[in-house]
């Protein structure tokens, strides 16, 4: 059964002559009965009563021709959004983030690109390291945004900004007042750490090994607020990028001495995966401005 059978069945069922119908559709006649003959064959039953050129949709041609309009006009709708896909002004981004990026990091670039282009949407997913993850290899998501980036073939990277890490303590702490900090002097302070389900882990777990410390952890968290909220509460310190998501009241920020404390953060993607035009718009504009997106 091809689409243009349908529509061609339709035409017919509507003008009730075949050929006003065969005039309609700009066929011949004969071309036009063959089509409707062919489809009844295929179908095993007749659809039409026939006096002459004039013809009427029997019962079982009624109840073809409810369904069939309705799957003409799901394609249509499908063409149409295919065409709204396509169009790099109307179309739509699917970004999945980390938690700590939905406070202020992804707000802002979606604020600045709408600036230019206002029409195109956006999906969004937020949630762990491994959420996220599961999103871009999963192709639910398109895009990611991300800390650390997964050094795995298939995926392409690049930087958009960064965070820097630095020690949080809470206010009042002895530590506040420092103007730097090792990350030698935290393993004699209760420290508040993170579950292997957050992404920053491995980066801190790398940066403790390097500089040969093993941090007294009193807590584990699943996600960074959560660190930021045992640590206002004075139950230990902790090492945290500075974001809005979790400087909140109570806490003092102490700056690492160590040049790793640069945290950059990364658009990612699937090399391989097609990405609609407004999705390659949205990546491109990342790219080009990432000087001047906020830290």
């Known amino acids: 059964m091809e689409l ?8 017919v069922a509507k003008l009730q002559h075949v050929t006003r119908a065969a005039e309609s559709l700009s066929i011949t006649q004969p071309a036009l009965s063959h089509s409707i003959a062919k489809l009844e064959e295929e179908l095993g039953m007749p659809l039409f009563e026939r006096s002459g050129r004039n013809v009427r949709l029997n019962a079982c041609g009624e109840l073809f021709a409810a369904r069939v309009e309705r799957v003409l006009q799901e394609i249509k709708k499908g063409k149409q959004e295919l065409e709204a896909f396509a169009n790099p002004d109307t179309g739509v981004v699917s970004i999945a983030f980390l938690n700590i990026f939905g406070t202020r990091l992804v707000p802002w670039f979606i604020s600045k690109f709408r600036e230019r282009y206002p029409d195109v949407r956006f999906e969004l997913q937020q949630g762990t390291d491994s959420f996220v993850r599961s999103r871009l290899e999963t192709g639910a998501s398109d895009l990611c945004i991300s800390l650390p980036r997964w050094d795995e073939p298939g995926f392409a990277w690049h930087p958009v900004c960064s965070y820097r890490l630095d020690m949080a303590v809470p206010s009042g702490h002895r530590w506040q007042d420092r103007g730097s900090i090792g990350l030698a002097e935290l393993a004699s302070e209760p420290y508040i750490g993170l579950k292997n389900q957050c992404g920053l882990k491995s980066v801190l777990d790398r940066l403790f090994a390097a500089a040969g410390v093993k941090p007294n952890v009193l807590y584990e968290a699943e996600d960074l607020p959560t660190v930021s909220g045992f640590v206002s509460a004075g139950l230990g310190i902790s090492v945290l990028p500075r974001s809005y998501s979790v400087e909140l009241n109570g806490i003092a920020w102490v700056p690492l001495d160590i040049r790793a404390a640069e945290l950059p ?12 035009p407004a999705t390659v718009r949205f990546r491109d504009f990342l790219i080009d401005r990432q000087h001047y997106l906020p830290a």
């Open 4 to 11: 243009n059978q349908m529509e061609y069945f339709l035409t």
């Open 265 to 276: 953060v990364e658009m990612g993607w699937k090399e391989k995966r097609h990405l609609s």
